[in-house]
């Protein structure tokens, strides 16, 4: 079975210099893929595949442009990853799946150093340490988290990443298959929303993050940290031919600061859905549902939006989906029309006058209950429905 985990490392100025060179050197050949691509389809010539620009690339372009030479000078798998990701991102578009593909910008963009274990010398973890192909022997600030690789443990492969001023290594291990445990026999419904995070059928409920004094008081300094930033960059744009210089320097460390805020906010929220997924799973439940919501509908609403995207609805169900796959529960996924909410769970009946201001569901049988409650009960015991 192959599971990832991803921690953050200590990595020394050496290593951090090398890192930020790779990053730089697949966020060139990434944009360059793109550029190149665009300026075949504008002469209407054929698209050029990930391998096709790879060997293009080492054949042609370098030994006739001699002073892009430095590309090489990094991980070749690393290098050959980008490309791949370009080409992936080029498919998704052709597939209308999303977008055109944007450029990767300096400092805003996600570019990860891809690393894989080709000989018996790579990749391996120890308690304190982890030894990555081109940088060595990299520190681990949590101790113990990434199991050490012996006794069937194997890394086949992982990334490095930088964001917010920190380092991070993400490795997937194939960890030897363990004994399934025994599920009880009874199922659980989830009922997400953005009032309560969760209303679990057994009666547990999960608290909205946001609502909380910590998420307040950050986001409130996130606030005043992105003024002062506008403001400097306001007085960027003024003084420009006399201190501009100096100006910049305070901007990129003003940029840090927000970068920090955003991140400590982003993992506070990851962190909480860690902790209710694992709570769930731990009642070791035969199975469960939950609703296929419309995110991107819910985005819509100007006035829900971000509320909806704070609440991280598509992460919470990508994790559980994974927690349920090890344990062996089965996740049903209800379809998205289904009247879990609208559902009487005593009669039956269908209320469809039902406002989402109503947070009470009374029916005209007596049956008197929360509304998100019904449905986490409606979606429990729900008959139509696909498996993860």
């Not at 439940?285 to 609703?291: F, G, L, Q, V």
């Not at 819910?298 to 971000?306: F, P, R």
């Amino acid at each position: 079975m192959l599971k990832s985990y991803k921690t953050e490392i200590k990595p020394t100025k050496e290593q951090i210099q090398k890192i930020n060179k790779t990053i730089g050197i697949c966020r060139f050949v990434y944009n360059f893929y793109l550029a190149h691509n665009k300026e075949l389809y504008n002469k209407g010539e054929k698209f050029m595949t990930a391998k096709s620009f790879s060997v293009w690339l080492n054949n042609e372009f370098l030994p006739n442009n001699p002073e892009y030479s430095w590309i090489k000078e990094v991980s070749s798998k690393s290098v050959k990853r980008s490309m791949e990701n370009a080409c992936t991102a080029f498919a998704g578009f052709f597939k209308k799946q999303n977008k055109f593909p944007k450029f990767k910008k300096n400092n805003k963009s996600n570019v990860k150093i891809y690393f894989v274990k080709n000989n018996p010398k790579d990749c391996f973890c120890e308690r304190h340490r982890i030894h990555i192909p081109t940088l060595g022997w990299v520190k681990l600030k949590e101790k113990g988290y990434i199991p050490v690789t012996k006794d069937g443990y194997v890394i086949k492969s992982g990334t490095v990443s930088y964001k917010a001023g920190r380092y991070y290594v993400s490795v997937l291990i194939d960890i030897p298959d363990t004994e399934k445990i025994q599920l009880n026999n009874f199922g659980l419904g989830i009922d997400l929303g953005v009032k309560e995070f969760a209303v679990i059928s057994n009666g547990n409920v999960k608290k909205n993050m946001n609502k909380t004094e910590k998420i307040k008081k950050l986001e409130k300094k996130l606030k005043r940290e992105q003024r002062c930033l506008s403001r400097k960059y306001e007085d960027y744009k003024k003084r420009k031919e006399k201190k501009g210089e100096a100006t910049r320097q305070n901007i990129q460390k003003q940029v840090l600061k927000v970068q920090k805020l955003h991140h400590r906010i982003d993992n506070i929220r990851t962190d909480y859905i860690n902790q209710c997924v694992n709570e769930i799973v731990k009642t070791k439940p035969s199975y469960i549902t939950i609703e296929d919501l419309n995110v991107s509908g819910m985005m819509k609403n100007k006035h829900l939006s971000k509320a909806v995207a704070s609440q991280k609805f598509y992460e919470f169900r990508i994790k559980l989906e994974s927690k349920c796959k090890e344990l062996g529960i089965e996740l049903r996924i209800a379809d998205r029309w289904y009247p879990s909410s609208k559902l009487c769970h005593e009669c039956g009946c269908i209320k469809k006058d039902l406002k989402l201001s109503d947070r009470e569901y009374i029916c005209e049988c007596g049956y008197h209950a929360d509304r998100d409650y019904n449905a986490s009960l409606n979606l429990r015991d729900a008959t139509t429905y696909k498996i993860a």
